[in-house]
């Protein structure tokens, strides 16, 4: 685990197995860094552990339905991730903007068009 906390080259299967077998203070940091591996990380979206399934939302193949799936699991950060993955469907982004809880994460979320904007700022100022 120090390995791959502290060394800049540390290979990223190192940091994906670091990730899944150290649960205590510095984890969430691994999946931060820029040499962390995201493809396939779907695969993990039904494991118990909720750190875990919330790296579904890095994955940038992840099927669309999987993560709309995933945004209503029991967990906040795992419905929080996965309101701010590019991958979950527009139409439950916009849905999404309605949920106080989840409103932040899908305001962020890098798939919400500027059309899309401005139709919500339009319904907002018409309405």
């Known amino acids: 685990m ?11 299967a190192l940091l994906l197995r670091s990730f899944l077998e150290y649960h205590c203070c510095g984890r969430d940091r691994l999946s931060e860094l820029p040499q962390f591996p995201t493809d396939g990380l779907a695969r993990f979206a039904d494991d118990p552990d909720p750190a875990v399934r919330r790296l579904v ?18 967990d ?10 590019p991958r979950l469907p527009a139409p439950r982004i916009v849905a999404l903007l309605d949920d106080s809880e989840l409103a932040e994460a ?3 979320n890098p798939a919400l068009t500027v059309d899309q904007m401005e139709q919500i700022l339009h319904r907002m100022t018409a309405g």
């Open 106 to 108: 899908a305001a962020a």
């Open 76 to 85: 906040a950060n795992v419905r929080q991730a996965m309101a701010g993955s």
């Open 2 to 12: 120090l390995l791959a906390q502290h060394h800049p080259a540390a290979p990223p």
């Open 57 to 74: 939302a890095l994955d940038p193949h992840a099927d669309p339905e999987l993560v709309d799936r995933l945004s209503t699991d029991p």
